[in-house]
């Protein structure tokens, strides 16, 4: 260099000399702070907590067999958004799956800048040596660092960001929180003139008690009207609520009407009297996320009133549900759950907080809502209550007297009888038997199975007398990660139909405990975005709507989110269908669902952190070209759309368009 140098006239010698006098400070100017030096306190991860200088499992760093001195270890979902006001230079270390993960791990890191992507690792497995980074921080404000799951869901997913740190030159990099959101209200309040909502279709079987309560939006007093009511059923005017028997097999054509000073409305509704039941996604609340083992005859009841006084039963929910732990249990905090399983004659005993059980579901009736109950196949359920075991013609038949519309029928320790038998006789049987009782009941009881997709279920649930089916494990633990859980769901679409349904689980929005140690309700993790996305996925994969949240503190979100009719109208969809997927972009996807009358519900999804928009043209999904396209959640025509659509798309959220073609 310095024999080049002498080559140069001086004027261009001197030029250089300070250059490089310059840039020589600037490298001492410059800091460099380590990821694991800040505060972690803000990483948001989907298991554990952030580990500075050894992975999730506490063991040192090690990625494909190499050992990392420094770093952070993680777990996916993970999210760090680090304010960088610009004073960063670089951002630079190594990504991968920790070594000790010792499972079938993979995941995607993710570094984006000020809403650009500066790196994406792509999928990334244990036992795959370090990928390095080293990223141009200049000028960049804020970034996030991401690990999603490697599309295979969050098991063994223990990420490090591995000797990971920023070159520093002016204020020092700072995590902060992800960038806050606005409460949006989308849905438009119901107007004062009726609405007549809910499915078009109901099925009951033949000589049972019949109850449907006409949910209709609008101002009260109103007044109903059913017309073609088939023999046996009788509508109160005032109430709306049609109850009796259908004495007769057969399809009844009915049209509902709900009339009040400011206008009338009114909706064809068929009754399918046959032995079909839910042939619409079943709605309604179910007490687990929001009491777990607190639950008491009093919320069940406070529950029954709010889903009438908050016009949730206006939309359509309609089952009021108990969870587990309404039975005893052998040992508990709470000394009103303790004592024997059953009477001296095998009849189950409601614990000390449900007194009269036959009263509760009287109550429930006479808002012209349903009652649901649950059991486990096993000698106790997954809280350690008294269980059906032996006992299950016994308590089915208890369920019928007492009033139960709905059964939960929970696998939980059901293990300990097949001891260690996982064929698939062994993991039908218990359903077959109860699937069996319960058509033997005086009673239509809803049949909703859960052991967590064991067996691939959805083949099989409908067969054994199912109507809907949990198809993974409790959304409570996964709530970061909807999206995700959804996408899983919707592959097993092909066995959504009337009377046989998919669920995914609740929905669980508003004040909601922590699943993981049964917690309080308090406000839900999740951003306005994303309850809005959680609603649409499950409207649109035609899943059960269940809310678990506290009843008595529905907020204005809340509802904007749960009661929103035309969303509704795609989820009680008589045709039953779960929309199909179809991916647009590396983060964003389409779900399309059929409906009766020819017209397509679509939802164009962001699951990233950062916003975007979407195009697409209706051809790409294999639509026509539509006449007629409606913002769903605002309630507002958009026009005619022939060719496709542009829409922005919040973080984590979502639209949804209903087009009608010609
Ligand atoms: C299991 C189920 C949950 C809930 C609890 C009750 O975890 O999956 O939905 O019913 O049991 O203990």
Redesign the pocket.
Same mark, same amino acid.
């Given at each position: 260099m310095m024999s080049r140098m002498k080559t140069l006239p001086f004027f261009h010698r001197v030029v250089l000399s300070l250059t490089l006098v310059l840039s020589v400070n600037t490298l001492w100017a410059a800091e460099t702070v380590w990821l694991d030096q800040m505060d972690l306190g803000k990483m948001r991860q989907g298991y554990g907590k952030p580990q500075m200088n050894r992975s999730i499992r506490e063991t040192p760093l090690t990625i494909g067999g190499r050992k990392f001195e420094r770093g952070v270890g993680t777990h996916a979902r993970s999210t760090l958004w680090i304010e960088l006001g610009g004073g960063t230079e670089r951002f630079e270390g190594f990504a991968g799956v920790d070594d000790a993960a010792n499972g079938p791990g993979s995941v995607v890191f993710k570094v984006f800048g000020d809403g650009r992507k500066l790196w994406d690792s792509g999928v990334m497995k244990v036992g795959q040596e370090a990928r390095e980074f080293a990223l141009s921080t200049e000028g960049v404000k804020s970034l996030l660092l991401q690990v999603e799951d490697g599309g295979d869901g969050i098991s063994y997913d223990h990420a490090n960001w591995a000797e990971a740190r920023f070159r520093v030159t002016g204020s020092s990099p700072r995590p902060v929180s992800g960038p806050r959101e606005e409460i949006l209200l989308l849905t438009p309040k119901p107007g004062l003139a009726p609405r007549v909502n809910g499915p078009s279709v109901t099925g009951c079987r033949p000589g049972h008690p019949f109850l449907y309560r006409i949910p209709a939006t609008g101002a009260r007093p109103m007044r109903y009207q059913a017309s073609g009511l088939p023999q046996g059923l009788e509508l109160d005017k005032e109430t709306g609520i049609i109850s009796g028997r259908v004495s007769m097999a057969g399809e009844y054509r009915l049209v509902l009407r709900a009339i009040n000073e400011h206008g009338r409305s009114s909706k064809a509704f068929r009754i399918v009297c046959g032995d079909r039941l839910a042939l619409t996604p079943p709605m309604g609340w179910?007490h687990?996320y929001a009491h777990?083992n607190r639950v008491t005859d009093r919320m069940m009841r406070e529950a029954a009133d709010a889903m009438i006084t908050s016009g949730m039963a206006d939309v359509g929910y309609q089952y009021v549900s108990i969870?587990?732990?309404w039975m005893n249990t052998a040992k508990s905090d709470d000394p009103l759950r303790v004592g024997p399983f059953r009477d001296a004659a095998g009849q189950i005993i409601p614990n000390g907080h449900f007194p009269d059980m036959k009263a509760l579901t009287d109550f429930i009736h006479a808002r012209g809502l349903k009652a649901g109950i +649950?059991t486990s196949p096993g000698p106790t359920?997954?809280?350690g209550f008294a269980g059906s075991y032996q006992h299950e013609a016994r308590d089915a038949k208890q369920f019928a007297d007492w009033g139960f519309d709905f059964l939960?029928y929970?696998w939980?320790s059901y293990t300990e009888v097949t001891r260690g038998d996982s064929s698939l006789a062994a993991l039908k049987k218990p359903y077959i038997l109860m699937g069996e009782i319960l058509k033997r009941q005086p009673r239509d009881i809803v049949f909703n199975l859960?052991q967590?997709g064991m067996g691939e279920v959805w083949e099989w649930g409908a067969e054994v007398g199912g109507h809907s089916w949990?198809t993974a494990?409790?959304l409570?633990f996964e709530l970061d990660r909807i999206f995700e859980v959804a996408v899983k769901n919707i592959e097993h679409r092909q066995w959504s139909r009337p009377g046989s349904w998919n669920d995914p689980? +609740?929905l669980q929005i508003g004040y909601i405990g922590a699943a993981r140690g049964m917690g309080e309700p308090t406000p839900c993790p999740l951003t306005p975005s994303e309850q809005y996305s959680f609603m649409s996925l499950w409207c649109l994969m035609a899943a059960p709507l269940f809310y678990s949240g506290d009843m008595t503190r529905l907020d204005e979100l809340t509802l904007s989110v749960l009661c929103n009719p035309e969303m509704i109208e795609v989820n009680q969809d008589a045709l039953g269908q779960c929309g199909r997927l179809v991916r647009i972009t590396d983060e964003t996807f389409a779900l399309i669902k059929e409906m009766e009358d020819g017209s397509h519900a679509v939802g164009l999804f962001n699951p990233g952190e950062m916003e975007t928009s979407c195009s697409i043209r209706w051809s790409d999904l294999w639509l026509r070209p539509a006449w007629r396209a409606r913002d769903l959640w605002r309630q507002q025509e958009l026009g005619p759309k022939p060719e496709g659509i542009t829409v922005p798309l919040a973080r984590r959220g979502c639209s949804v368009v209903r087009v009608w073609h010609r």
């Open positions: 179910n687990w777990y969870d587990d732990c +649950y359920t997954c809280a939960k929970d939980c859960c967590y949990r494990g409790d409570g689980d +609740y």
